[in-house]
């Protein structure tokens, strides 16, 4: 009786302290989404499933229109987009992915509004994921640029930036 007790209190235990969670990983090479889930116990990890590829409507659009160069490799480059647990009080997305994602009706739209822009601005955004620390504030650019909130000078001006300069230019993005 006495370890039925006990294994029970171990079972109950090893629920409370784990975690099932999902990461989602976004390629700027092959333009695709990767997820897959997690569960781990005591933060250690016991079970990755295997990576699945998700469609994703901009993605699709900026493929077929020409305005993505997907490049053919072995290996591409994955950047973490979301990484989320179910005890987590955030939702662990990167804003840089969430502004690209969330709006993808309003990034088609803009794209064929803008469409000589678009392409300059598509291939700027290809080379900044693909060769350049991703933070928070390119998430805010993303949402300045998709909403109207930028204009076509000030979205030029963005793209001419050397890599060298990044840094002190989105600081002053406001």
């Not at 990767?34 to 990890?45: D, V």
């Not at 900044?128 to 928070?136: C, W, Y």
Request: proline share 5%; glycine share 4%.
């Amino acid at each position: 009786m006495r370890k039925r007790f006990y294994i029970s209190i171990g079972v109950v235990l090893l629920v409370a302290l784990s975690s099932v969670g999902e990461r989602w990983e976004f390629s700027p090479e092959v333009l695709e989404l990767r997820t897959r889930t997690e569960t781990r116990i005591f933060n250690i990890p016991v079970y990755y499933s295997a990576w699945t590829t998700q469609p994703l409507p901009i993605a699709q659009f900026l493929k077929d229109d020409d305005f993505w160069q997907v490049e053919e490799t072995e290996n591409p480059k994955w950047i973490p987009a979301l990484h989320r647990r179910h005890w987590w009080a955030g939702d662990g997305t990167e804003e840089w992915f969430k502004a690209l994602i969330s709006h993808h009706d309003d990034w088609i739209a803009w794209t064929e509004a803008n469409p000589e822009l678009a392409k300059t601005f598509w291939v700027w955004l290809q080379q900044v994921l693909k060769h350049r620390p991703i933070d928070g504030q390119l998430g805010i650019i993303l949402y300045d640029v998709v909403n109207g909130r930028v204009d076509e000078s000030r979205i030029n001006e963005l793209i001419m930036v050397p890599a060298n300069a990044w840094a002190e230019f989105i600081s002053d993005w406001k």
